[in-house]
């Protein structure tokens, strides 16, 4: 909210300085975001010299100046023929500025004359109410120079961001009623009790007829009013709040908003039909054309003001077209309500509609405040009108309103702050912020009705620390049951996952969690697949951010295309993160792990050793990872994920559960996402992992350092190279033989002098007993088994 | 073969060995005195013409010279064979070196790793929650009904299920709550959703949650525990300052600025001016909470405060773009290792 410093000043004595107020209001919860000079932000208004006057034939009713602000020389055309002559210093408003009553000054061209900015009158400045002349100063004033430093002009504005509990801060008044309570500083209390007029009776009716959406309906009726435009001290405050001006009577009423916080609407008396007024629901189907010109349909939980045939004004929120005061209107009926701060927030959601009247009903007005504001806004009108008719104030206030009574008592007090205030600091607090009661330890507190953030006991003690200051209490460690727990599983889990990927070179990224759905659409899945079945917002940022990934690849691939574009062509990064699936309760949320790698494996460049990657790169890092958490990842060749190269990809499965997928990615996917090959993805669910991950930690074989000595026997034969070197590892596997320790693949070739559709592999086989050093005779005569069950089994020659 | 003559041999071995500067030198001094042709192989076989008395002392003298020579020559040798492996290759050894790859973890998962670090010694439990939150447990448990209007405060993305990206870690709060009995202390991390985007908001972002109820913990507690937090996490003299506020769920609520790192306080652009720069909200859980979560406000009170990571790992590293963390280039990212 913004809140002119000269218009507190007109109801508390300040005693220090914008700065130091600012300071005050943000440590007492009210943070002051920004100090400043509303004249300041209407942009160049400086001081020129007059240079010259030209009077071109061609030109009837304008003349054209020459001035400068000593640095350049502008052309202006201005009527004020009589008014200007050369030597003279005015008040000029440079191209880009913005004048008092919101003219944007610009560059115009006027039968071929262009007119660089303009002079403007005192009115225009926003010094005084004077239109009738041009703001000439003194020959001898300094050129180039803002007015308002010449006229010493200072208007600071604070920028008080008001929390929303805090309704009653939302006015001028409010604001130095808590610096009041703050500082002590003298506020001088705004009192109209007594209204020295004689007042007509009222010439209508008025109806409550929604007791649960108005709890407080006052208004009067004032004949003779003339609307125009409105004095300049009322333009001048609405200017500094940043509101603009519409007529003296709508202009009163938002300007007693900004004084005191309580919404007013003016209505023209002869646009309610038989002078009724009914506050009642909106009916059925109801439509209603508001002040902006928008027609809306209300709702039945909608609170409205109506005469005896249609809604006139959407109830505290906005005032209706055909209701409003307009220049012609000569009687008016001012309104001055307490709605239900909930229906009145429903409504404007529903109807999407923020008002600085709804702002402030949300937020609690003051019951106690509504005849105030009438008397109030009578009191400014009858100041331009004196001779106006005013009637009495019809009030309906059905259900008076009462405070709550907290019950508080000082031990609870020192339980919540955690130290002991003296009695008679917290007597002094309380007594500000209501009605006390108080006997022996225990209070009872009836808040003043404009705080109606004050409800509980807890309460109280924000209030009691706010005034005893934050930075005043003291810093101390809890006494607390001692215990600890031990990090959940998942989290460890996901740290290891993330640490071996890190010693592995990949980079961690993280995505957003929603996408473009087309992104999905793009990996060419199956239509039942169940990633296509996507959550999605109702309210998104854009398209490309409206649906919850259901897997972490376009993330992954947009992050690579964001890299590829701007010179990054090597990559290998991953993601853990969740995707989401719908169901029943809320929805399915699983971590997941993603891999990309792209580009070249970079090798030392003076060795000239660059290749693209291959699958065996992602492969690799597959096996090494699953070696490194001690899961025996089974990749299965042939993914079925239909965005993969079959023949370059597999499903990784654990335990007989697919768990995942890795492989390369279809080209013409990869240029779908403008990317290029060499890429390759993985996918992993890493919750499934979880649990074997630590059921395998918890079995470790140990292996010794070796008592006897191992030996080695090399089998080189000539296969069919379609035989997998899968089918040659799990029948030796299942082999079971003594002493094999293990088999290496030392040697694979291919072509001359080899048959065409076959291949030479060598094998190497490592022999050790654990109890003896093994002879020769031993070995040979199981590696001569060995070779004959491989010639046998795989049709295999020797070589 | 004379005295003297054995004698100038003996002169000019040593003379010799003084001077051999490689290999081949040692080599062909080897040959010239102690090879089968080498000058003393060849007088110690010409001394058996002279008398015994004078044969035995020149024999004895030749024999000790040659070993000494043989002696010096070993040790002469392992001091040529060294400097031979001094010798540089040809080769740039400047060259750049082949190096492991080795990657990183993103910036704004090693801030969270280092905020619930500093909580989980002082027996902290870290806990995640859903992030598809329901309007029960996102709002109205947190004492924010539908009518509230802090849920401006939140601008909030909806889904067609009625369910709702969760605005914030504090309905972490209420699940830890319901799934334990009092006294309890966690750590919430995790990402958040608000539907606003610019320079310095993201859609999605990162928040830490952390609770605390027992049945004495206090408002000055609460500052202690925020205080040691700040200064784990910005050094011990950071500046602190503690101001009132208001969060439904909190009741008294604070807020908590530390001095401006990146201006010390004199005022710039990241601190508006101000000097002080805010870290966190924080309050004494509000009772309606407690009762949302049938805890009796009676006997157990507690705290909660919320922070968001990435305006911590922005002041700590100095990023002024808050897009940065999720664009993932590669050169930011390789910033942190």
């Not at chain 1, 100090?35 to 300041?40: G, N, S």
């Not at chain 1, 026997?713 to 082999?735: G, H, Q, S």
Request: net charge negative.
């Amino acid at each position: 909210m913004r809140v002119p410093i000269t218009w507190l000043a007109e109801f508390i004595d300040l005693r220090d300085t914008p700065e130091k107020i600012a300071e005050i209001l943000t440590l007492a919860g009210h943070e002051v975001e920004e100090i400043f000079d509303p004249y300041r932000k209407l942009g160049e208004i400086v001081s020129v010299k007059i240079l010259e006057v030209l009077r071109p034939e061609d030109l009837r009713e304008v003349c054209l100046c020459k001035v400068t602000d000593g640095k350049e020389v502008y052309t202006v055309l201005t009527t004020a023929i009589d008014q200007v002559k050369s030597g003279q210093v005015v008040a000029f408003a440079k191209p880009g500025s913005m004048t008092f009553d919101h003219r944007r000054i610009e560059t115009k061209v006027v039968k071929g004359y262009e007119s660089k900015g303009s002079f403007v009158s005192p009115f225009e400045a926003g010094v005084s109410e004077i239109k009738d002349r041009l703001l000439i100063f003194s020959e001898e004033t300094e050129i180039g120079k803002s007015i308002y430093d010449l006229l010493q002009i200072k208007e600071p504005v604070l920028e008080v961001a008001i929390t929303p509990n805090r309704g009653d801060l939302l006015s001028i008044y409010g604001i130095t009623r808590e610096l009041h309570l703050i500082t002590g500083w003298d506020l001088k209390v705004l009192s109209l009790d007594k209204e020295k007029l004689p007042l007509i009776s009222y010439p209508g009716r008025i109806e409550i007829q929604d007791t649960d959406g108005c709890y407080r309906y006052a208004g009067r009726y004032l004949r003779g009013v003339k609307v125009g435009e409105s004095p300049f001290f009322v333009l001048k405050r609405l200017f500094l709040c940043g509101q603009r001006p519409i007529n003296n009577i709508v202009d009163i009423t938002n300007y007693v908003l900004l004084e005191l916080g309580q919404p007013l609407h003016a209505f023209d008396w002869n646009k309610i039909r038989g002078g009724e007024i009914l506050i009642r629901r909106a009916n059925p189907q109801e439509k209603l054309t508001l002040l902006d010109g928008r027609e809306i349909e209300l709702h039945e939980k909608d609170l409205v003001i109506a005469d005896r045939e249609e809604a006139l004004v959407l109830a505290g929120i906005m005032g209706g077209e055909s209701s409003g005061v307009s220049e012609s209107t000569e009687e008016i009926f001012l309104e001055s309500a307490w709605f239900n701060p909930k229906r009145i927030r429903l409504s404007g959601q529903r109807h999407r509609i923020t008002t600085e009247s709804s702002y402030r009903f949300e937020r609690k007005v003051d019951p106690e405040g509504i005849p105030l504001a009438l008397k109030r806004a009578t009191e400014l009108i009858l100041a331009l009108m004196p001779n106006i008719e005013v009637s009495e104030i019809v009030d309906q206030y059905p259900c008076p309103y009462q405070p709550p009574s907290i019950d508080i008592n000082l031990r609870k007090i020192h339980k919540i702050l955690g130290f002991e205030l003296g009695r008679e600091k917290i007597d002094s607090f309380l007594f500000k912020l209501g009605e006390v009661k108080c006997e022996g330890e225990a209070y009872s507190i009836r808040p003043f009705s404009y705080r109606q953030d004050l409800s509980l006991p807890e309460d109280l003690v924000e209030e009691i620390a706010r005034l005893y200051g934050y930075d005043q209490i003291p810093t101390t460690f809890p006494k607390a049951t001692i215990f600890s727990a031990r990090p959940r599983s998942d989290l460890i889990f996901n740290k290891k996952v993330k640490e071996i990927l890190r010693a592995f070179g990949f980079y961690e990224t993280i995505n957003y969690s929603f996408i473009n759905p087309g992104s999905i659409e793009a990996l060419n899945l199956n239509p039942t697949d169940r990633r296509l079945d996507v959550i999605r917002l109702t309210n998104p940022i854009s398209h490309s951010l409206s649906v919850m990934r259901t897997t972490l690849l376009p993330g992954l691939l947009e992050t690579a295309r964001f890299n590829i574009h701007r010179e990054v062509e090597n990559l290998r990064i991953f993601e853990v993160g969740k995707v989401f699936y719908p169901a029943k309760d809320l929805a399915e949320e699983r971590e997941f792990l993603g891999l990309l790698l792209m580009g070249d494996m970079v090798k030392t460049p003076w060795e000239g050793k660059k290749r693209p990657l291959d699958l065996f790169d992602l492969k690799g890092v597959l096996e090494a990872m699953s070696l490194a958490m001690k899961l025996p990842l089974q990749l299965r060749p042939g993914s079925e994920e239909p965005f993969l190269k079959a023949g370059q990809s597999f499903d990784i499965y654990l335990e007989g559960k697919r768990v995942g997928y890795a492989g390369a990615m279809k080209k013409l996917i990869i240029e779908d996402f403008d990317l290029k090959e060499p890429l390759f993805v993985a996918e992993l669910d890493l919750e499934v992992l979880v649990e074997p991950y630590f059921r395998a930690q918890k079995n470790i074989t140990v292996n010794k350092p070796p008592k006897y000595p191992s030996t080695f026997r090399d089998i080189t034969c000539v296969m069919e190279k379609n035989i997998p070197f899968e089918a040659i590892e799990k029948f030796l596997l299942n082999l079971k033989l003594p002493y094999l320790e293990k088999v290496d693949l030392v040697a694979l070739y291919e072509g001359e002098p080899i048959p065409q559709g076959h291949k030479s592999i060598s094998l190497r086989f490592w022999y050790r007993a654990e109890d003896h050093t093994l002879r020769d005779e031993e070995v040979e005569k199981i590696h001569e088994d060995i070779a004959k069950g491989l010639f046998d089994h795989f049709r295999a020659k020797p070589r | 073969m004379k005295i003297e003559e054995i004698q100038r041999i003996k002169d000019e071995a040593l003379r010799e060995l003084r001077a051999l500067r490689s290999l081949s030198d040692l080599e062909n001094f080897k040959v010239k005195f102690l090879g089968k042709k080498g000058s003393i192989t060849q007088a110690l076989r010409e001394i058996k013409g002279l008398p015994l008395e004078e044969r035995k002392k020149t024999g004895a003298e030749l024999n000790q010279l040659r070993q000494y020579l043989e002696d010096e020559l070993e040790s002469k040798k392992r001091e040529l064979l060294f400097l031979e492996e001094d010798k540089p290759l040809d080769i740039d050894i400047t060259l750049p070196g082949r190096r492991p790859l080795y990657g990183g973890v993103h910036p704004l998962a090693k801030v969270i790793d280092e905020l619930c670090e500093v909580f989980t010694p002082l027996g902290f439990e870290v806990v995640t929650g859903p992030e598809i939150e329901s309007e029960y447990y996102n709002f109205t448990a947190l004492n924010i009904p539908e009518w509230h209007p802090a849920r401006d405060m939140q601008a909030t993305f909806y889904l067609q299920s009625g369910a709702l990206l969760r605005t914030h870690t504090s309905p972490i709060q209420i699940r830890a709550m319901l799934a334990r009995k009092p006294p309890l202390r966690i750590i919430a991390p995790g990402k958040v959703y608000r539907c606003d985007a610019d320079v310095r908001h993201s859609p999605m972002f990162h928040q830490v949650e952390g609770l605390m109820v027992d049945r004495e913990v206090s408002f000055s507690d609460l500052k202690g525990v925020l205080s040691y937090f700040a200064r784990e996490v910005f050094g011990e003299g950071t500046r602190l300052r503690f101001r009132p506020s208001y969060f439904p769920f909190t009741e008294p609520s604070l807020e908590m600025d530390i001095g401006c790192v990146i201006c010390g306080g004199e005022g710039c652009r990241v601190c508006s001016n101000t000097g002080w720069i805010e870290i966190l909200g924080a309050g004494m859980v509000h009772p309606e909470v407690l009762r949302a979560v049938n805890y009796d406000p009676e006997q157990w009170q507690g705290f909660a405060f919320g922070l968001g990571v990435e305006r911590i790992a922005m002041l700590k590293y100095g990023i002024d773009d808050i897009r940065l963390f999720f664009e993932n280039h590669l050169y930011f990212l390789e910033s942190f290792k």
